[in-house]
């Protein structure tokens, strides 16, 4: 009976693990900062949003200039080495591309999809650092220790 507690246990925490092992990895590969009312950040919205079609693991943030979020544009700009002149900008990978215009999207479309193929971590690692994935830590440990739990359960 004791077994049976265990292995029902064990399912429940791989069960609610789950998702939280997806969310852990959440910071997006493209970030977007754009101006309300920007003609050419809706233009390179509908090229993002083809991407998402043909990629759908692809996560996109989308950032207001004067939102609450809006300082990280200058942080990261001072670290790709850019002054964002105009909007859209945008950072994918290794890449910063401000402004629109058929060479910027040809930019775009080989960075997403090199970002696609190879990897590539989020612009956020280079102003936030890397992020401890604490939650899959514990999953993973919670895990273990029940794995431990039915290996000695059954060793008895």
């Not at 997006?28 to 079609?53: A, I, K, S």
Request: with cysteine; glycine share 8%.
């Amino acid at each position: 009976m004791r077994r049976h507690g265990i292995m029902l246990s064990f399912l429940v925490v791989v069960l609610v693990a789950t998702p939280w092992l997806a969310y852990a990895q959440d910071d997006p590969m493209v970030l977007v900062f754009y101006r309300e009312g920007c003609n050419d950040c809706e233009r390179v919205d509908r090229v993002l949003q083809e991407l998402h079609t043909t990629y759908a693991s692809l996560t996109i943030r989308y950032i207001e200039e004067g939102g609450p979020d809006g300082d990280l544009m200058w942080a990261l700009s001072a670290n790709y080495g850019i002054f964002p002149s105009k909007f859209p900008v945008i950072f994918v990978g290794n890449e910063a591309i401000v402004g629109v215009g058929l060479d910027k999207e040809l930019r775009l479309r080989a960075a997403i999809e090199g970002c696609m193929r190879f990897g590539c971590e989020s612009p956020l690692v280079r102003v936030i650092g890397p992020q401890i994935p604490w939650r899959a830590y514990i999953v993973a440990g919670l895990i273990a220790v029940l794995l431990l739990l039915i290996f000695i359960d059954y060793a008895i």
